[in-house]
């Protein structure tokens, strides 16, 4: 058996088999166990090894007195979905607590990272009503062992689509999820349609996604591998994004120019400089201002490509930034632009409009009219349309003899879509704008059910090339988007509700803070979470992000119990052990924010929360309980608690109470959080010294906090790039914990995970 055991899985078992598992891994492979436990272990890891991990795995951690709880293990979601199927069938509510639920991995216990890290989230956890139960478990798991043996092999011919994982991949970097990042990474890969080059794209995008900026523009070879390439577009607003910022935002404000200019020559132009050789339309402010300082870096700036920009950038707090920067340029004297070399680097920056101005201006050189035409077919206007066909026209018999087959092409398209000189193109006239123009074209190319390509694609293409300042700008423009949505049906709403992850990116994710403009969206958003009943738990945390920011922006009463009441909602249909942080977070979060009816609707969403509390008080910990008993302060409820059944602080988390003495440090702009959880630490840890930090820059405070805390947690989804730079320079080679959600909830399971960690 042993033999047979691939390196991976050697590891997991051995790690399995150890710590707080009476039957170690020496007693199993030496048969120096009781024959009983073998018995219980063996069949399923020969039975596991021999299919290849392509048979789940049950085995259950002993005490000294036999098995105390059981794991099972599967390796995709596949396999997950039938193991939990089939032990609800042989164990399910008779014997043991299992309802099909995954189990809330807790990385700082080995065993159960070792599982994590092995099979991911395919992991569930059962435990035995009562102790007679233990031996039904036994039975009935070796009646299940032997209903897989006599299985017949079922050829696996399906595979998860490729679209699906990578939405769940821009979820878990939406929700800061790392680990679910890295596993759905890996499974993209597995996939077989990715190669080398999108490998490193997606690495990138990754480690962009998840807020590692600092780890990224230090990242030197990974940068390096992928100059000189033709980079897709989100690869160049990561790349380019994320440089600025680790070099350039934080002297923004210093008003030396030439100190920010020599930085930026030495930093960044002088080792990437190939990343600025093509904008493609990218609208993201930080890396507009980065295409700005190139220009500017150069012996001779490109002055058209600079004014460019400036057009480009939105009319926003930083704007007369980038209009001084650009105001350099009036002093100085530039040599006349080759139009031919201006006309190549727009149509490289996707500036379609100021390529054909360079082109209508060095009419009739030859290369002119494929640049018109390019163009044209681009912007999709009929102005300028018409405007190019006219010019073509005049076009001699000569002249047109060096033209492609393309450039023909590309006549012909124009003339049917614009001459109007049939009915057949009047019909055409009516046709849905370019899905690449804009949200709303977009939501029109879902709705007419006719694609030339896959929507989602199309989506993925253009969101950089699109303002958010500009929606920020427009609030009807939002609330005829939201209603067209939210109001779909059919396959249209499907194609809506996959395109979730893009639309938390674009009206979330990306402004700095929430916009009163995209309330609307919000709404609709989590609404579509709610549709979807049980959902991941990265898609629970951006349904919290949703709902924080809507709530922030002081709804009316009306739209306010709407939105609680479809929180409810999702917390109803995702109502499991595992999820206990995360509701008392939410109803954390509802406490501290004002509430325009007077609190009734998200009081009936604590009473949710404590009815999920109460179904599984047996596995609550102590620390969660004294989040719900604040909480019940909080909503004036607190005799609500006065069922539960007393709870007591196992022995290890008495003794941590008792030794830990160190410095704690919680660094948070969602201060009441970080201070609930500091109270509760200062209890639980009477001896610990516990600081709690909101600098929204590099303080020297901070950074003295970050290089001496024995213990730091970053609260990153609430706090600043700038902060998190400082922190990680200071730390070190310490540990930073990253807790999934922002609530002193996840912020306490982070440091108590780590405690017993340690100890």
């Known amino acids: 058996m042993i033999d047979t055991l691939l390196s991976r899985d050697l590891s997991w ?8 598992n009476v039957l170690k891994w020496e007693d199993v492979i030496e048969r120096s166990a009781p024959q009983a436990w073998l018995e219980q272990v063996l069949p399923w890891i020969t039975s596991f090894t021999s299919s290849g991990g392509g048979l789940p795995i049950v085995l259950p951690v002993f005490g000294p007195n036999g098995p105390c709880h059981w794991y099972g293990m599967a390796s995709n979601e596949v396999g997950a979905n039938a193991l939990s199927q089939e032990l609800m069938a042989f164990v399910g509510p008779s014997f043991s607590d299992f309802r099909g639920q995954l189990h809330n991995m807790d990385s700082s216990d080995v065993i159960e990272r070792s599982l994590l890290e092995r099979f991911g989230r395919f992991v569930f956890r059962f435990d035995p009503v009562g102790n007679a139960d233990c031996d039904n478990i ?23 689509p490729f679209g699906k994982i990578r939405a769940e991949f821009d979820c878990a970097l939406l929700a800061g999820n790392e680990s679910d990042a890295r596993r759905l990474r890996d499974e993209l890969i597995s996939s077989g349609r990715i190669n080398a080059e999108q490998q490193k ?19 030197y070879p990974l940068i390096k591998s992928v100059l000189g390439l033709s980079l897709p577009a989100q690869t160049i607003a990561d790349l380019v994004g994320t440089l600025y910022s680790a070099y350039i935002a934080e002297l923004e404000d210093s008003g030396d120019d030439e100190a920010l200019l020599d930085t930026f020559r030495k930093e960044i132009s002088g080792n990437f400089g190939s990343l600025f050789l093509e904008r493609k339309g990218i609208r993201h402010p930080n890396v507009l201002k980065a ?31 980038i209009e001084r920067w650009a105001g350099r340029l009036a002093t100085t004297v530039l ?45 999709d206007d009929e102005e300028v349309a018409l405007r190019v066909l006219s010019a073509v026209e005049n076009v001699s018999d000569t002249e047109r003899l060096k033209w492609t087959k393309m450039d023909f092409v590309l006549i012909q398209q124009l003339r049917a879509e614009f001459s109007g000189k049939s009915e057949e193109t009047d019909v055409i006239l009516n046709r849905t704008p370019r899905p690449e123009a804009d949200w709303l074209s977009w939501v029109g190319y879902v709705e007419s059910g006719i694609y030339d390509r896959p929507p989602l694609q199309v989506l993925e293409d253009a969101l950089t090339r699109w303002s958010v300042e500009s929606y920020a700008s427009d609030p009807a423009v939002c609330r005829v988007l939201a209603e067209r949505i939210g109001n779909a049906s059919g396959d ?13 990116e674009f009206f979330v994710d990306r402004p700095d803070r929430p916009v009163r403009a995209f309330g609307p969206i919000y709404a609709m958003l989590i609404r579509i979470v709610a549709w979807n009943g049980m959902v991941s738990a990265n898609e629970l945390e951006l349904a919290s992000a949703l709902v924080q920011a809507l709530v922030s922006l002081a709804p009316s009463s009306q739209d306010y ?34 509430s325009p009816d007077r609190g009734e609707s998200r009081l009936r969403f604590f009473m949710a929360v404590v009815d999920m509390a109460r179904a599984c008080a047996h596995r609550l910990r102590s620390v969660q309980y004294e989040v719900l008993s604040l909480l019940a302060k909080d909503y004036g409820c607190s005799g609500l608690l006065e069922a539960f059944p007393s709870l007591e602080a196992d022995s290890q988390e008495q003794a941590l109470r008792t030794d830990f003495a160190d410095l704690i440090c919680i660094y948070t702009l969602t201060e009441p959080a970080g201070q609930r959880a500091q109270q509760f630490l200062r209890k639980l840890l009477p001896q610990a010294k516990v600081e709690v930090n909101a600098d929204h820059v590099a303080t020297d405070k901070l950074k003295h906090l970050a290089a001496n805390a024995d213990i730091f947690v970053f609260a990153w989804k609430s706090s600043k790039h700038q902060a998190y730079f400082a922190v990680k320079d200071a730390r070190g080679a310490k540990q930073t914990l990253l807790p999934l959600g922002k609530g002193s909830a996840s912020i306490l399971n982070c440091v108590l995970g780590q405690l017993e960690h340690n100890g």
Do not use: K
């Open 291 to 321: 295409f700005m300082l190139f220009e500017l870096v150069q012996a001779e700036p490109n002055r058209d490509r600079c004014q460019s920009i400036v057009s480009a950038y939105p009319e926003d707090d930083g704007r007369g930034l």
């Open 201 to 219: 794209y997606l690495d990138i995008r990754m480690l962009a996604g998840l807020g590692r900026q600092y780890q990224l523009a230090h990242d």
């Open 13 to 20: 078992l051995e790690a399995f088999f150890s710590g707080r």
């Open 561 to 594: 119990v709407e939105i609680v009441d479809a929180y409810t909602e999702i917390l109803c249909a995702n109502n499991a052990p595992s999820n206990v942080d995360w509701a008392l977070n939410a109803a954390e979060m509802l406490a501290l924010q004002a």
């Open 335 to 379: 040599p006349q632009t080759d139009l031919f070399e201006s006309a190549r680097q727009a149509m490289a920056d996707e500036d379609f409009g100021l390529a054909l101005q360079f082109a209508f201006d060095a009419l009739p050189a030859p290369w002119t009219y494929r640049v018109m035409l390019q163009c044209a077919t681009e912007m």
């Open 492 to 504: 249209t709403e499907q194609m809506f509700r996959d395109a979730f992850a893009p639309l938390v």
């Open 138 to 160: 036994a039975r009935a798991l070796q009646s299940y062992l032997g209903s897989l043996r006599r299985r017949p092999e079922i050829p696996d011919r399906t595979q998860r």
